[in-house]
């Protein structure tokens, strides 16, 4: 046992949030099917939508980088505690010194940096292979990070239902990731989509990432730069401290 | 009657503690304390509370109501600080099973927030000391069950506990893994270690625990330890006597006075008694008398599985 003079609270449990995140990139972020899922996923999905539409191919990455940060940073998350709790692992997580808190800090760091990671990925083959042209570099990182972050919270929140079987906890992701997807003017330009889709584009956090990433390759944002970090971070910060406050009500259910 | 007792320097203080899942009290205001360097055993049968309680001091569940401390930290209001001084070994081994062995030790050690040279020393140390060195590389899902259990001790031991929750950490494992966590927890707590250990195995209990706590339906039946427990449970003692040659007749023995009831078969008498002393004299003299010449003659305590069943109402009536 360590004595806790000498040290604060608060970095005991950063150090630990930092443990919780290399043990969930060797336990599931390294897996082959996870990194190919990540990446061929969001190609595959947004060609599917592209083909047949008179899209310049520069006109594509913007997109293809959203996805891939909007499925890579949200895709684990929601698994992490179900799969503990099937594997009787949470149990003992649960009883070491560290907070509820911090294990989902932990969560969505894990989330955070797999998602930032595989995004540059679609931003090299961009580079690489397409007409796309980075205009703002900065906001582009600036864009990145912040979504790959608020995606994470969303992922983190998504595995609070108290599920033993990750399928039940897959299909409510899917449930919530997909409708947020297609409002959110990955496809089209929220601007040119129906007014309804106008008022709802709002409520999902990829909308802010994606016009943040658009206006990095050159478009007019549909939001204000300064709004999309805002709205950003408050998604971040209310998600995150929903699925603290749902972990902790459903602590010890299924054990 | 549970008798209140106060130990010196206390690691548990538990007091009242109870909890509901809806219309079952699992626990039902349980008191009790867990000195400094104690074995102490919590028995009890299946459903009876047991793994309730660990959970609760362990900070998994809440208690509905009542307190608990862990060295001085209240498990609800410094639940941190109070998981700070523990380690956990469930009954069911929660490895990571993708992890090696080595990881899952360092997993727990970095959690714990051991310095790494620390943790690296004696998490050597310990996989040495279990004969888990060898397959320290060993992804944990290729272990068996007992290899499994003796991991999750290591990853328990490596974050240096003041206090170690052990539940039925020998349930169903071999003879040696049992036997081999039995030695290396005795030897720890002869170093210092506050342990408290659930456990169905009535010789386990009886062997290595200083005090036992024997929970039924929720409640604490009896606290003490196993000698003064086996004796408080008068009904249970008896004298065992075998003789040479022919035996005297069931009646003559049954009619010794003190005698509460005879049981005999093989050639071995036991006498139920609540003066075995007496009955033992009372038989030598009596059967010497007769004729009858005496092999053996011991006076007997119940055992503690006795003990149990008297307390958990299936050892006749109090």
Same mark, same amino acid.
Not at chain 1, 55 to 76: E, H, N, R, Y
């Given at each position: 046992?360590?004595?806790?003079?000498?040290?604060?609270?608060?970095?005991?449990?950063?150090?630990?949030?930092?443990?919780?995140?290399?043990?969930?990139?060797?336990?599931?972020?390294?897996?082959?099917?996870?990194?190919?899922?990540?990446?061929?996923? $969001?190609?595959?999905?947004?060609?599917?939508?592209?083909?047949?539409?008179?899209?310049? $191919?520069?006109?594509?990455?913007?997109?293809?980088?959203?996805?891939?940060?909007?499925?890579?940073?949200?895709?684990?998350?929601?698994?992490?505690?179900?799969?503990?709790?099937?594997?009787?692992?949470?149990?003992? *997580?649960?009883?070491?010194?560290?907070?509820?808190?911090?294990?989902?800090?932990?969560?969505?760091?894990?989330?955070?940096?797999?998602?930032?990671?595989?995004?540059?990925? $679609?931003?090299?083959?961009?580079?690489?292979?397409?007409?796309?042209?980075?205009?703002?570099?900065?906001? %582009?990182?600036?864009?990145?990070?912040?979504?790959? *972050?608020?995606?994470?919270?969303?992922?983190?929140?998504?595995?609070?239902?108290?599920?033993?079987?990750?399928?039940?906890?897959?299909?409510?992701?899917? %449930?919530?990731?997909?409708?947020?997807?297609?409002?959110?003017?990955?496809?089209?330009?929220?601007?040119?989509?129906?007014?309804?889709?106008?008022?709802?584009?709002?409520?999902?956090?990829?909308?802010?990432?994606?016009?943040?990433?658009?206006?990095?390759?050159?478009?007019?944002?549909?939001?204000?730069?300064?709004?999309?970090? %805002?709205?950003?971070?408050?998604?971040?910060?209310?998600?995150?401290?929903?699925?603290?406050?749902?972990?902790?009500?459903?602590?010890?259910?299924?054990? | 009657?549970?008798?209140?007792?106060?130990?010196?320097?206390?690691?548990?203080?538990?007091?009242?503690?109870?909890?509901?899942?809806?219309?079952? #009290?699992?626990?039902?205001?349980?008191?009790?304390?867990?000195?400094?360097?104690? =074995?102490?055993?919590?028995?009890?049968?299946?459903?009876?509370?047991?793994?309730?309680?660990?959970?609760?001091? #362990?900070? !998994? =569940?809440?208690?509905?109501?009542?307190?608990?401390?862990?060295?001085?930290?209240?498990?609800?209001?410094?639940?941190?600080?109070?998981?700070?001084?523990?380690? !956990?070994?469930?009954?069911?081994?929660?490895?990571?099973?993708?992890? @090696?062995?080595?990881?899952?030790?360092?997993?727990?050690?970095?959690?714990?927030?051991?310095?790494?040279?620390?943790?690296?020393?004696?998490?050597?140390?310990?996989?040495?000391?279990?004969?888990?060195?060898? /397959?320290?590389?060993?992804?944990?899902?290729?272990?068996?069950?007992?290899?499994?259990?003796?991991?999750?001790?290591?990853?328990?031991?490596?974050?240096?506990?003041?206090?170690?929750?052990?539940?039925?950490?020998?349930?169903?494992?071999?003879?040696?893994?049992?036997?081999? =966590?039995?030695?290396?927890? #005795?030897?720890?707590?002869?170093?210092?270690?506050?342990?408290?250990?659930?456990?169905?195995?009535?010789?386990?209990?009886?062997?290595?625990?200083?005090?036992?706590?024997?929970?039924?339906?929720?409640?604490?039946?009896?606290?003490?330890?196993?000698? /003064?427990?086996?004796?408080?449970?008068?009904?249970?003692?008896?004298?065992?006597?075998?003789?040479?040659?022919? @035996?005297?007749?069931?009646?003559?023995?049954? @009619?010794?006075?003190?005698?509460?009831?005879?049981?005999?078969?093989?050639?071995?008498?036991?006498?139920?008694?609540?003066?075995?002393?007496? !009955?033992?004299?009372?038989?030598? !003299?009596?059967?010497?008398?007769?004729?009858?010449?005496?092999?053996?003659?011991?006076?007997?305590?119940?055992?503690?599985?006795?003990?149990?069943?008297?307390? #958990?109402?299936?050892?006749?009536?109090?």
């Amino acid at each position: 046992m360590i004595s806790t003079s000498g040290h604060s609270v608060w970095r005991r449990q950063a150090h630990a949030s930092l443990v919780i995140l290399k043990k969930n990139v060797l336990l599931y972020y390294l897996k082959p099917p996870v990194l190919i899922f990540g990446v061929v996923f $969001p190609v595959f999905f947004f060609l599917a939508f592209k083909m047949g539409r008179n899209v310049p $191919p520069g006109g594509v990455v913007p997109g293809m980088v959203a996805m891939a940060l909007w499925f890579t940073a949200s895709a684990i998350g929601p698994m992490v505690t179900p799969w503990e709790r099937g594997a009787k692992t949470w149990e003992r *997580l649960i009883s070491t010194p560290v907070s509820i808190r911090s294990i989902l800090a932990g969560d969505v760091l894990s989330g955070f940096v797999f998602g930032s990671a595989v995004s540059v990925i $679609p931003v090299i083959l961009g580079q690489l292979f397409t007409d796309a042209h980075l205009v703002n570099l900065p906001l %582009l990182v600036t864009g990145i990070l912040t979504g790959a *972050l608020t995606f994470a919270s969303l992922g983190v929140l998504l595995s609070s239902p108290p599920a033993s079987s990750p399928s039940n906890i897959m299909l409510l992701s899917n %449930l919530v990731r997909l409708p947020l997807l297609f409002v959110s003017g990955i496809f089209v330009p929220i601007e040119q989509m129906p007014a309804w889709a106008g008022w709802v584009a709002p409520l999902s956090p990829l909308s802010y990432a994606s016009a943040m990433i658009r206006a990095a390759y050159g478009s007019v944002p549909y939001f204000p730069v300064w709004l999309c970090i %805002l709205m950003l971070l408050i998604f971040t910060s209310v998600m995150f401290a929903a699925s603290c406050r749902f972990h902790k009500m459903y602590r010890a259910k299924g054990l | 009657m549970v008798d209140e007792v106060t130990v010196n320097e206390p690691v548990i203080r538990v007091n009242g503690l109870t909890r509901k899942f809806g219309d079952l #009290t699992a626990v039902d205001d349980i008191s009790f304390q867990v000195g400094r360097g104690e =074995i102490f055993g919590f028995l009890g049968p299946n459903g009876a509370g047991k793994t309730t309680t660990v959970r609760m001091l #362990t900070g !998994v =569940i809440e208690p509905t109501s009542g307190s608990a401390t862990i060295q001085g930290h209240d498990i609800r209001k410094e639940s941190i600080l109070s998981r700070e001084h523990i380690a !956990v070994v469930p009954e069911q081994a929660n490895v990571y099973l993708d992890l @090696s062995v080595w990881r899952n030790l360092m997993l727990m050690a970095e959690l714990y927030g051991i310095p790494r040279n620390r943790r690296i020393s004696s998490g050597e140390r310990l996989l040495e000391a279990l004969g888990l060195f060898t /397959r320290k590389e060993s992804k944990a899902r290729e272990l068996s069950k007992g290899l499994k259990q003796r991991l999750m001790l290591c990853a328990a031991l490596v974050t240096e506990p003041e206090v170690l929750f052990l539940d039925e950490p020998t349930s169903g494992l071999d003879v040696q893994s049992a036997r081999l =966590i039995r030695k290396i927890v #005795t030897e720890l707590n002869a170093d210092g270690l506050t342990v408290f250990i659930t456990t169905h195995n009535m010789i386990e209990a009886g062997d290595i625990c200083s005090r036992v706590a024997i929970i039924n339906k929720g409640r604490i039946a009896a606290i003490d330890t196993p000698g /003064r427990l086996r004796s408080m449970v008068r009904q249970g003692r008896y004298v065992e006597a075998v003789f040479v040659g022919q @035996s005297p007749p069931s009646q003559k023995l049954e @009619s010794i006075p003190g005698v509460i009831r005879l049981e005999s078969g093989q050639g071995v008498f036991r006498l139920y008694t609540e003066a075995p002393g007496r !009955v033992a004299t009372l038989l030598a !003299v009596q059967t010497a008398a007769m004729g009858f010449e005496l092999e053996q003659l011991n006076t007997c305590e119940p055992s503690l599985e006795d003990v149990f069943l008297y307390y #958990t109402g299936d050892g006749g009536s109090r």
